[in-house]
């Protein structure tokens, strides 16, 4: 039997469509965020990322109640919005960065 990818289409036949765009990975990035509330860092992505162009992607983790992310221009800026009474006050994050519509 043949391997590889087939796509087909809403039809139900084969399509092969030289126009599909493709998602790369471009970045990853990771750290630490420290702190019960106020612990703030700022990531600067370079190659011409610009969010807001829906050129780009990103894929932060982990999906943290306290963990916030703000992506502006060429900047993912990360919060951890952990109050000190919470039972941890410290936040793993990565984030990898995707071109889109290559």
Excluded: C
Excluded at 14 to 22: E, S, Y
Excluded at 73 to 84: A, Y
């Amino acid at each position: 039997m043949p391997s590889g990818i087939r796509v087909w289409s809403s039809s139900g036949g084969l399509r092969l469509d030289p126009g599909d765009k493709q998602v790369m990975h471009y970045a990853f990035y990771s750290g630490t965020l420290t702190g019960g509330g106020s612990a703030t860092t700022t990531v600067t992505i370079g190659g011409g990322y610009d969010i807001t162009s829906g050129d780009w992607g990103i894929d932060v983790t982990p999906v943290d109640y306290y963990l916030e992310a703000v992506s502006t221009s060429n900047t993912v800026t990360l919060t951890n919005k952990n109050p000190s009474t919470a039972g941890y006050s410290s936040i793993f994050w990565r984030i990898n960065v995707f071109k889109l519509n290559q």
